[in-house]
């Protein structure tokens, strides 16, 4: 066999292998079944996250990093650490947002039905949790021999107004979520990666305090 032949059939062998297909309604059903069980054994997770932000009127992308603690069901820590700092935490239904300048707002999450919708989205995208529960998307599923992803496309107006679509990606050896990647109608994309994820491990409840 000539070496372009051996080339090409690797090169296809690499595709077949990479390519994403809609899920069948057996393998949907699976799909849902492991990560929901998945969800259900988490009762905490700790990593660090790069995120990558692709704006369309820039050409270079923005990349920041930092590090994540989530506590089930509804307790979450989101430390931006660099290129600056920033700090997003959930305790049940209040959101403290602080800068690096020390500038804290302070939310109540029922008084604003998108800062609900945006929980939501943020506690699906770490957990996994809720795949056939929220009414504001339509969702889509697609697997291969290596990966699973599920797209969730917004029927809510409020949400529809900022996201086109969140796909998420799950790791087929543990069934939670390696990456969420967002895209806006103006063409934006943040594409967030989990990385060293730790399982299960005590937390200290002060991490999630909101003065």
């Not at 299960?200 to 003065?211: I, S």
Request: proline share 2%.
């Amino acid at each position: 066999m000539k070496k372009t032949s051996i080339t090409f059939a690797l090169f296809c062998l690499i595709i077949a292998c990479f390519a994403q297909e809609s899920a069948t309604d057996g393998q949907r059903q699976a799909m849902i079944d492991k990560i929901s069980a998945a969800s259900a054994k988490m009762t905490s997770l700790t990593c660090i996250f790069e995120q990558e932000k692709s704006l369309s009127i820039l050409n270079e992308k923005i990349i920041s990093e930092g590090r994540m603690y989530y506590s089930s069901p509804d307790r979450l820590l989101w430390e931006y650490t660099s290129p600056y700092a920033y700090t997003f935490l959930l305790n049940n239904n209040r959101i403290l947002m602080q800068a690096e300048n020390g500038k804290r707002n302070v939310i109540d999450v029922r008084s604003s039905r998108m800062f609900r919708e945006i929980v939501r989205i943020m506690m699906l995208g770490i957990s996994g949790n809720g795949l056939t529960d929220i009414k504001s998307f339509t969702f889509r599923y697609f697997c291969s021999k290596t990966l699973w992803q599920v797209e969730l496309l917004p029927v809510q107006k409020e949400v529809k107004k900022i996201f086109a679509s969140i796909l998420l990606t799950f790791n087929t050896q543990d069934y939670t979520v390696d990456r969420v990647e967002m895209t806006e109608h103006n063409g934006d994309k943040t594409i967030i990666s989990l990385k060293n994820k730790v399982f299960n491990e005590p937390l200290d409840n002060a991490l999630f305090t909101v003065e």
